[in-house]
């Protein structure tokens, strides 16, 4: 019966899992076990496998739209715009780490099939911040590139951690370590977002002869 686990409860399951396991790794009947219900069940209140991935997805990009929305609005001017909104897409996933795992098992060609995803969630989030930003960025840096290079240090720094200087890995469970993070990725910004230095004006000397 349709009425014996809430809907929410089935796409937060399955969320979790997706998270930890990738889409191809998890079946149906995984799902149904941690939940303690029949797949039958999950097919009435959400759907197959697929169609409940795509709505996990949905979410995670609702979640992210609504943080990075929230940012660029609130964001002031200059390079401080972009440290701002920085700020907020590190906190947010330091705070959600299933949204990162989840775009995590992606990267690595999990759920293939689904190649629209990236367009439709990821894309979107890129154009959103890109039409804030885009009068900062200098002509010879790709903004999407900039706005690349931000997603990749943010989420090698969360999956992986930074080597410490005397030993071991500084991870994001630690908040001194994401707060040295957070100031070498404000420092990495102003560096692609200086002006091209201009060519060195009038003629080159010629060489002294002999």
């Known amino acids: 019966m349709s009425n ?7 796409i937060d399951g399955a969320a979790r899992l997706f998270g930890e396991l990738g889409y191809d790794s998890t079946p149906l009947q995984l799902i149904a076990d941690a939940l303690g219900v029949s797949t039958s ?49 590190l906190d947010f996933h330091v705070a959600n780490p299933q949204n990162r795992a ?13 190649s629209e995803l990236e367009d439709r969630y990821a894309r979107p989030l890129f154009d959103l911040v890109a039409a804030k930003i885009k009068g900062l960025v200098p002509p010879d840096v790709d903004t999407y590139y900039l706005l690349g290079t931000m997603v990749w240090c943010v989420h090698g720094f969360l999956g992986s951690g ?14 001194v370590a994401v707060e040295s993070f957070r100031r070498h990725l404000h420092v990495l910004m102003d560096r692609l977002l200086a002006p091209q230095a201009p ?10 002869s002999n």
């Open 41 to 89: 069940t999950i097919m009435k209140v959400v759907g197959d496998k697929r169609t409940l991935y795509m709505e996990v997805m949905r979410q995670a990009f609702e979640a992210e739209w609504e943080m990075l929305d929230a940012a660029v609005a609130q964001a002031g001017g200059g390079r401080a715009a972009v440290h701002e909104i920085m700020d907020a897409y």
């Open 102 to 114: 989840l775009w995590a098992h992606r990267w690595v060609a999990d759920a293939a099939d689904l």
């Open 4 to 10: 014996l686990i809430p809907r929410q409860r089935v």
């Open 162 to 175: 930074l080597l410490d200087r005397p030993r071991g890995i500084r991870r994001a469970d630690d908040p």
């Open 199 to 208: 060519p060195p004006s009038g003629r080159p000397r010629a060489m002294a």
